[in-house]
């Protein structure tokens, strides 16, 4: 088993939420996802206006619904794919790392496609195409050694 934590858990005494890196972290936190929240969707519905004006406003609205269901199909095929892979591998004795980091993008590649608009719908079928998602997780495997070995996370193993 294994224990994931920041680096910071493990000074005794240490108490996070008094510690000015904490403090910048939150803060920046904060400030990302009130950008995301508004930024986000005001550049979707400003696509969504100017794709209106020039294919019309129910092209638009029956493109936003079939993109919607069409990705949801596509991550719950994605999806079995993946359980399927999982199952294979823990018959076979083989922990399915890969193929859980595979399920959780295929999970927000289809939430992210659920949402209404065309940014989110590009970059869902983007995280739901195995070749750009097998970019993207030797991208967040890469940030996750680089956490590792900089000392900001620790990895406690347990037998």
Known sequence: MYVIQPAWLDKPGFNPYLSKNYQFWRKRHAAQTILCFTLIPIVELYLLIKLGAVIGGFNTI????????????????????????????LQ??????????????????????????????????????????NRFKRFLRKKFDDMQSNGSINITRYP
Not at 103 to 121: E, K, N, R, S
């Open 92 to 133: 076979q004795g083989i922990m399915p790392a890969e193929e859980l980091i595979d399920g959780l993008i295929i999970l927000i590649a289809g939430l992210v496609l659920i949402t209404p608009g065309l940014i989110t719908d590009v970059a869902g079928l983007m995280l739901l195409w195995p070749v750009t998602r």
């Open 62 to 89: 029956l493109l936003v619904i079939l993109t919607g269901f069409a990705g949801a199909w596509l991550a719950r095929m994605q999806g079995m794919v993946t359980m399927l892979k999982v199952r294979m591998n």
